[in-house]
């Protein structure tokens, strides 16, 4: 099983970006479908936005749709998600995980197991 890492949350204002990453603990993520999620206090885990194991696909939110940007550098074992003209809406916090890839609709994940995640706040 992959023990996904995730990074680079923090404060941001309105209007402002981030970058957070998705690392794999002790395997690889090259072979891998892999998701980003989020889940606020008192609400489900929803989807944001997936990337197929070779980068050739990818798939978003419509909450996000045009304003996020999933990628991913298989040479570092690592994957990306672009937060850009963030939202009050967006404080969350952010998990990856490996997914059951499906275009224009919500990836599902495969493992039970959520890392710690990472925090976004978007507030001024």
């Known amino acids: 099983q992959v023990q996904l890492v995730e990074s680079g949350g923090g404060l941001a204002q309105p209007g402002g970006s981030l970058r957070l990453s998705c690392a794999a603990s002790g395997r690889t993520l090259n072979d891998k479908n892999i998701g980003w999620f989020r889940q606020t206090p008192g609400m489900e885990r929803e989807f944001v936005a997936a990337?197929?194991?070779?980068?050739?696909?990818?798939t978003y939110a419509d909450s996000v749709k045009g304003r996020f940007a999933i990628s991913r550098d298989n040479a570092n074992n690592t994957v990306y998600l672009q937060m850009n003209s963030l939202k009050p809406e967006d404080t969350a916090v952010y998990y990856c995980?490996?997914?059951?890839?499906?275009?224009?609709?919500?990836?599902?994940?495969?493992?039970?197991?959520w890392g710690q995640g990472t925090q976004v706040t978007v507030s001024s």
């Open positions: 995980n490996t997914v059951y890839y499906r275009y224009g609709t919500t990836s599902v994940p495969i493992s039970d197991y």
């Open positions: 990337i197929t194991w070779n980068g050739g696909s990818t």
